[in-house]
């Protein structure tokens, strides 16, 4: 092994070019040679014995040292000293200190040496590791260039210069094909230090990556003037991006663009023809949401910010352009927009607003008492459930036309009525299944859940706070290839999931099993990430 043989100078030579090729601190190759030697003369030694090399790091001189502890009496020669023989090495040695003693230089032989070129090998190797990591740890949401290393059942291996990394082959685009050489251009999402060394992960589907190509072929972008605030992709097919100017005087989309498409055109061929649309972002969510689903047209929005939820109503002749192939321009605007969005023609949305006028009409008669004529009436005023003619203020009612303060009374009394019979018969539902009247106390819990939790065997407080959000609000899982929707107890009660985990957070509280405070602490922690969430999305 040239290393442990070699003579002064050519330790010092050997050292200064591993630490070339390998980019990495002279020191630490020299820290390596010394543990390699180190560990070559305790073959020699005794694998018990203390032994430490230094090598002069300006003259590349060896010495050879073996540590012992200071005793009173010696049970292990091999790492003792008794302080008596230790004080004519150092007359102020006390018991408890370390005396160097100093070895002669020797032959290691060639056991010894393809040891300590193991030793050597592992700790460079290690060292490069953490190079590597330290340098690219850094860089995750750039853009990097490389060049084909090899291919690999589909996936890629990148030559970065200063070390590899993999570019899946479900990171790639579809129908992607990379030989050795080829030069690629991908972005860096993930970077994790691993027992075989730091794995640096790309992505050329990542939907940032196509936000950083923009960057670099705006001027705009990349100062700062138009701010990509949303991307979706169906990577290789379509991609939907959201753009916003801080100037007033520069055209986002436009800016994107470029003149006769030029810049955009560069993303497209960068990412194998990939089709973009760009859309101007707004504040308006509707606004957004609208021009998200371009190039179809739209009529009309209803909005349900509670379930982050929109309807939009498109021409007839317009529908499958608005869903695009496959749902993908509506899969596209709800990934851009965060929404989900449900689609309609004109004429089921007109189809649907008379169902709903019908059955509502229907409702109010029935529970109220009243003649069709009436209940349509009241459909019509924008009533939607017999609640609301409970407690909406008298003078309301009364001011229907063809409609006096004692109608409006009436109607009313017989709301009320009606929603106490609704109620009690709830209540007796309830006992008839067994569910504990502490359950009631629980804040949030109506009697059409308890009934619900009575035929779910929730019938306790415990049995509540024991629940699994997927409990009460259902899920999906595969079966047989296919996906089936698996019901929860509260399916059908418009409840998020943000709701039943807060009502089974309550019903723990109730138990005794947390304190209320907990609860709290965690909500305020929750809208904390919630707001820190939102500002990543913004920015």
């Known amino acids: 092994?040239?290393?442990?043989?070699?003579?002064?100078?050519?330790?010092?030579?050997?050292?200064?070019?591993?630490?070339?090729?390998?980019?990495?601190?002279?020191?630490?190759v020299i820290a390596a040679m010394e543990d390699a030697i180190a560990k070559a003369a305790r073959s020699r030694y005794g694998a018990e014995t203390d032994i430490h090399a230094e090598?002069?790091?300006?003259?590349?001189?060896?010495?050879?040292a073996r540590h012992l502890l200071v005793v009173d009496q010696v049970d292990n020669p091999s790492t003792e000293i008794e302080i008596v023989?230790?004080?004519?090495?150092?007359?102020?040695?006390?018991?408890?200190?370390?005396?160097?003693?100093?070895l002669p230089p020797f032959d290691f032989g060639r056991i010894a040496a393809q040891s300590a070129k193991q030793v050597i090998v592992q700790k460079v190797r290690e060292a490069e590791r953490d190079r590597q990591y330290e340098e690219f740890k850094d860089r995750i949401g750039e853009v990097i260039n490389g060049a084909v290393k090899r291919v690999e059942y589909g996936n890629v291996v990148v030559d970065l210069g200063k070390g590899e990394a993999s570019l899946r082959r479900d990171e790639l685009l579809p129908r992607e094909v990379f030989k050795v050489g080829d030069r690629i251009r991908a972005y860096v999402y993930d970077v994790r230090r691993e027992l075989r060394g730091p794995q640096i992960f790309l992505s050329r589907t990542h939907p940032q990556f196509m936000s950083k190509l923009f960057a670099q072929e705006v001027p705009e972008i990349y100062d700062g003037i138009v701010e990509i605030k949303a991307v979706a992709r169906d990577p290789?097919?379509?991609?939907?991006?959201?753009?916003?100017?801080?100037?007033?005087?520069?055209?986002?989309?436009g800016a994107c663009v470029g003149m006769r498409g030029s810049r955009v055109q560069a993303v497209v061929?960068?990412?194998?023809?990939?089709k973009i649309d760009i859309i101007p972002w707004s504040d308006d969510v509707a606004t957004f949401i609208v021009n998200a689903l371009a190039p179809a047209e739209v009529v009309k929005v209803v909005l349900d910010e509670d379930r982050e939820r929109i309807e939009v109503?498109?021409?007839?002749?317009?529908?499958?352009?608005?869903?695009?192939?496959?749902?993908?321009n509506v899969r596209l605007a709800s990934q851009l927009t965060g929404w989900d969005i449900d689609i309609m023609?004109?004429?089921?949305?007109?189809?649907?607003r008379q169902k709903e006028f019908a059955e509502r009409s229907k409702i109010f008669a029935e529970a109220l008492d009243l003649d069709e004529m009436m209940g349509q009436l009241l459909a019509s005023e924008g009533f939607s459930n017999v609640e609301e003619i409970a407690y909406v203020p008298v003078n309301e009612l009364a001011s229907i036309e063809g409609f006096d303060e004692d109608t409006a009374q009436e109607l009313q009394n017989?709301?009320?009525?009606?929603?106490?019979?609704?109620?009690?018969?709830?209540d007796a539902r309830r006992r008839e299944l067994g569910v504990a009247d502490e359950l009631r106390d629980v804040p949030g819990v109506t009697s059409p859940m308890l009934v619900a939790f009575g035929e779910n065997d929730i019938k306790t407080v415990e049995d509540l706070a024991g629940c699994a959000t997927d409990d009460l609000t259902g899920w999906t899982e595969r079966k047989d290839g296919e996906t089936v929707r698996i019901s929860g107890a509260l399916e059908g009660f418009q409840l998020s999931r943000e709701d039943a985990e807060a009502l089974i957070m309550r019903a723990r509280v109730k138990a005794g099993w947390i304190e209320a405070d907990e609860v709290v602490a965690e909500e305020g922690e929750e809208e904390a990430e919630a707001e820190v969430e939102a500002d990543e999305t913004r920015a």
Do not use: W, Y
Not at 56 to 64: F, K
Not at 414 to 426: C, G, K, T, Y
């Open 1 to 28: 092994m040239a290393v442990v043989s070699a003579n002064r100078l050519e330790l010092l030579q050997i050292a200064d070019a591993v630490a070339r090729e390998k980019s990495i601190d002279r020191s630490i």
């Open 55 to 64: 090598i002069n790091a300006r003259t590349g001189e060896l010495r050879l």
């Open 85 to 102: 023989s230790a004080r004519r090495h150092n007359p102020a040695a006390q018991v408890g200190d370390t005396i160097a003693d100093t």
């Open 236 to 253: 290789g097919s379509r991609a939907k991006i959201a753009v916003t100017s801080r100037d007033s005087s520069v055209d986002p989309v």
């Open 269 to 274: 061929n960068e990412l194998q023809g990939e």
């Open 313 to 328: 109503v498109v021409p007839d002749a317009q529908l499958s352009l608005a869903i695009g192939r496959r749902g993908q």
């Open 345 to 352: 023609t004109e004429a089921e949305e007109s189809e649907r």
């Open 414 to 426: 017989r709301a009320l009525n009606h929603l106490a019979q609704v109620e009690a018969d709830f």
